[in-house]
């Protein structure tokens, strides 16, 4: 899908940056140039500049950069598409599709928007003005929600009938269907989702409504909650976090995103000043949790209770860290607390739990040792045991050698024997078990190189299944020496056989390490995303340096802006060939060897 060339330039030089640019912040002439702090940061000095003239931006502190389309991608959330139709709607412009079905497709989702926008209307109004509403107004006033707070997060009220907004809002039962408000009988009359229930609404990230999670009363019937259901045409509760739309300005200063289990923990947290905090929507985190939390912080602070927390699967956080280069931490809630609770029995004991939050390891590590007899020797080597079966998990072999030691001193054991345990307990999880890779794949991980890589995936479709893939890969997607020595092998010799034989003994046990596992299952486009994406980022940082030190920012620019939107194509839930090929074409032209400053 694709909107018309013509009319992205279109929008593109008849949008005033300037104007997009001060609806987040202030920014002030200097010279040529429009100064002040930067929107996707925290910082006291204007480091964020503006050329108006070009109709690009720059922040010297982050390094982010880019056009106006550019800057509503990070600042929004959206993917280029629905930066370009932001943008066309606030100057007038009337865009074309290269596809006609995608048109009329984005067309519909911009009805089924307007139809959810009046169920938010008329559940919030039936939740401030409705007598039959009073036990719900109740139930929240004596949670600590009164009718300022319902007004803030629009929370509703859906009446006890069994077709009332249905009639209301004089919907087809196609629509009633789409959006999730409702179905269909077996005699075909209409009825409403959500009866008798505290509803609060899910908005998209840029405060569209989409959903509804709905909460019964104490003495209601059903289940507890009830969520709008993923068979809607309109909604995927995979792709949305509840409270982004108001999570993502503090999250973009802080780089940090809390993520909490419900909606009233996130209303907790805002009401005790932890704005960027969000939950998901009757779900586990999902990679595309994971992707959409990638475009607002780098850091997640998971605040569940703690059994929730310490049991997050540990192969998928790391997995989510190492390709979305995410960094999981966990907050120490009291044992039985939830956010939302102690957000009003002792705010400042929640904001305590999160700013220290620790890392996602650290937390799980010293549960076991709290839990642990350490009073005794064989407590002590029980509980230093199962704490290294934890660390194991953990794909930096750097990372487990600084746990270990910390074990081992807190444990009261040798280090030696407990290295070598800790050696054992890897190799026995490679042996027992599949990691999953983010995209949902089961990549078996390496002896001393922890899970599945991007590199090391791609080298395992290279020896089981090269036809897909092999066309495709070279050099400059290779950042780790080892895999690229091994790759290099391969496209050499032509068959592994011939690889191993010719060789390094390292890259020979690599390649033989690749051969006995199986690589049925791995996705080449995904695998061949993931590598374009990493490659991307490393040269951009390298062109972002050396327009820094030649001070030729506006000569470096183009090509800036350009890797840094094929990133951000590569981020979005589907990537799509054309693009990574693209790219592909680029970092092949522009390998790191290549001298002096290139053009885009």
């Known amino acids: 899908m694709g909107i018309v060339d013509e009319d992205v ?21 200097t010279g040529a140039q429009w100064m002040g702090l930067c929107p996707f940061h925290g910082e006291k000095s204007p480091s964020f500049s503006v050329n108006a003239e070009k109709g690009v931006y720059y922040c010297f502190g982050c390094q982010v950069s880019g ?6 991608r990070e600042i929004e959330g959206l993917d280029f598409a629905g930066s370009v139709e932001f943008l066309a709607a606030k100057t007038g412009i009337s865009l074309r599709y290269t596809d006609q079905n995608e048109g009329r497709r984005r067309n519909r989702r911009k009805e089924y928007a307007e139809i959810v926008q009046k169920a938010v209307d008329s559940y919030h ?3 401030l003005e409705d007598p039959a509403a009073r036990p719900a107004r109740d139930y929240l006033r004596a949670r600590g929600y009164g009718g300022e707070v319902a007004r803030r997060f629009q929370i509703g009220w859906a009446p006890d009938d069994w077709s009332l907004l249905s009639r209301e809002l004089h919907l087809s039962d196609e629509d009633l269907k789409a959006t999730g408000l409702g179905g269909i ?6 009825y409403d989702f959500f009866r008798a229930r505290i509803v609060f609404p899910i908005f998209d990230v840029q405060g569209g409504p989409v959903g509804f999670g709905g909460r019964k009363l104490p003495d209601g019937e059903g289940p507890k909650y009830k969520n709008t259901s993923d068979a809607a045409e309109y909604y995927s509760k995979s792709d949305v976090l509840y409270g982004l739309h108001w999570a993502k300005a503090e999250a973009g200063r802080l780089d940090e995103l809390v993520v909490c289990e419900g909606y009233t923990d996130v209303i907790g947290c805002h009401l005790a000043g932890i704005e960027r905090a969000v939950a998901t929507c009757g779900t586990a985190l999902t990679p595309s949790h994971a992707r959409l939390i990638g475009r607002f912080a780098r850091r997640v602070v998971l605040a569940f209770d703690a059994d929730g927390a310490g049991q997050a699967a540990a192969e998928r956080v790391y997995a989510w860290e190492e390709e979305f ?22 705010p400042e004991a929640l904001r305590r739990a999160i700013d220290g939050a620790r890392p996602f390891l650290e937390f799980r590590v010293d549960r076991v040792l ?8 064989e407590g002590r080597a029980r509980a230093a045991t199962e704490a290294m079966t934890l660390v194991a998990e953990h794909p930096d072999s750097l990372v487990r050698d600084q746990y270990a030691m910390s074990i ?11 290295r070598r345990r800790g050696a054992a307990a890897v190799a026995a999880g490679l042996r027992g078990r599949a990691v999953p890779s983010s995209d949902g794949t089961a990549a078996g991980a390496l ?14 479709l290279l020896v089981h299944r090269p036809d897909p893939i092999s066309v495709h890969l070279s050099p400059v997607l290779f950042d780790d020496g080892l895999n690229r020595a091994a790759y290099l092998a391969l496209r050499e010799a032509g068959d592994l056989h011939g690889a191993r034989a010719e060789a390094e003994p390292d890259v020979a046990d690599l390649l033989g390490r690749l051969a006995v596992q199986d690589a049925t299952d791995d996705e080449p486009l995904g695998v061949l995303t993931r590598l374009a994406y990493l490659a991307a980022e490393r040269a951009a940082v390298r062109l972002e340096a050396e327009a820094r030190s030649s001070g030729d920012l506006a000569g470096y620019q183009p090509v800036i802006s350009f890797l840094r939107t094929e990133v951000m194509k590569l981020r979005e839930p589907v990537a799509k060939g054309a693009d990574i090929e693209e790219l592909l074409t680029w970092l092949n032209d522009h390998d790191e060897g290549a001298e002096g400053r290139v053009d885009g």
């Open 9 to 29: 330039r279109k929008v593109r030089d008849e949008s005033d940056i300037i104007r997009i640019i001060t609806e987040h912040t202030q920014l002030k002439k």
């Open 67 to 72: 056009d106006v389309i550019d800057f509503v």
């Open 125 to 127: 109004r039936r939740l």
């Open 185 to 190: 009988n077996k005699r075909g009359g209409q």
């Open 325 to 346: 280069g995410l960094q999981f931490a966990v907050a120490a809630l009291p044992e039985g607390a939830d956010p939302g609770d102690l957000a009003g029995s002792d």
């Open 370 to 377: 709290a839990r642990g007899d350490l009073d005794s020797a």
């Open 408 to 418: 081992a001193d807190q444990c009261q054991v040798g280090i030696d024997e407990l």
């Open 447 to 460: 002896p001393g190189a922890g899970q599945l890589t991007s590199e090391t995936q791609a080298l395992r």
